[in-house]
Structures are given as structure tokens and as C-alpha cells.
């Protein structure tokens, strides 16, 4: 099932909460036509980043549809979603939005960026309500602080170093394909020297 608008958690923060609608939209529409996006989009957010109920349950489905190796389309979606109507409606109007599908990343990060700035904003809420509170201590008022912003920063961190460990992951990869074949190219030669030293031979889609 999903969650109709905006999360519980985010209409009780009001409708200043920070966060871009029409970015949130847009990382949805990229992976409804672009199928590579899913890599990089899921590096940078989680589900939970979304402020829109029904943009956080569609991103959800769609991540669980990648990690079942299944496609990612209004009908899967639908079906993983058991989605109304009215949300089947709304999965294929995104296909109509026409955002510059190219900026998917740049659309993922400002969607994340808001997520951390919700998250800071209740963090603080949270801190003015202990602070207000004669009944805490201060050595208990400042750990309880601290640990409210350390949850913030690990997350981001943590984001940070599960794209440096991809990143490792295609290096290694690649010395993997060099050290199978015994030479110095990861693609298929050419016979033209130069061209092999440029492209590091041909890979599936260099032609």
C-alpha cells in the first residue's frame, strides 16, 4: 500500500519543511526512462529522502524491482505498489514530465539535500525541547544534542563511502578484466595502437 501525500512525519513539520517537489519528480521520472539512472540515483538517496508520501513508496518499489533484477515501468511499479487508480494515474503522468533527464544526479542531490535539512530542523526542535527542560542536566542535555546530530552526519558519511566503495569496486573490476587477458586492455583490441591506448580497447557500446 502506499502513503497518500505527505508522511505523517513530514506534515508535522509543517509546510515550510524543506524540499523540491519538482526534483523529487524528476529523479522519478529519470528512472522510468533512463535504466542506468537506478546506479547512480541509489547512491545518493534513500526512499526515506523523499518528503512526498507517494514519491518515497514509488522510489521504494522501484528499488526493490532493481534488486530483483526486474524492470522499472508504471506497470511494474503498479504491481509491486498494488497501487489505485489514482496512483497508477499519477505513476504515468510522471512519464509526461520532461525534466533534462541528464541532471538526474544534480536532482538526486538537491532531493538529499533537503532530506538533511528536515532532518537537522527536527534535530534542533528536538534540542529546544530538551534545553526547555530544566529537569535534564546540562552534561546530559549536551550528550543527547551531540548524539542527535552525530545520527545526521553518519548518514551522510555513510552515503559518501558506500559511492567511494563502488568506485573501488569498478577499479578493481577493471585491473580483474587486464589481469585475465595478460595486457594492458580491458576491451577487445582494435589492431590500431593508438586508438587501443585511447579507448583501452573496445567496450559493448563504444561502437
Known sequence: MYSNGTSTKAASEGNLAPHSE?????????????????????????ADDFYIGKHRDIYGAA????????????????????????????IW?????????????????????HSIRRKLMQAASKIATLASDTEHGIDDLIEQSERALFSISQAATTKQMQRADDGMSALF???????????????IPTGFIDIDVLLEGLEPGNL
Open 22 to 46: 519538482s526534483a523529487e519528480r524528476a529523479v522519478l521520472y529519470a528512472l522510468l526512462v533512463n535504466d542506468g539512472s537506478v546506479y547512480d540515483v541509489m547512491d545518493v538517496i534513500n
Open 63 to 90: 528499488m526493490r524491482l532493481q534488486k530483483n533484477g526486474a524492470g522499472i515501468d508504471p506497470l511494474t511499479l503498479s504491481q509491486v505498489l498494488k497501487a489505485g487508480k489514482d496512483l497508477e494515474d499519477y
Open 93 to 113: 503522468q510522471l512519464m509526461l514530465d520532461v525534466p533534462n533527464s541528464m541532471n538526474y544526479r544534480d536532482h538526486a542531490r538537491i532531493v538529499r539535500a
Open 173 to 187: 573490476d577493471l585491473v580483474q578484466k587486464r589481469r585475465e587477458r595478460g595486457d594492458d586492455l580491458v576491451g
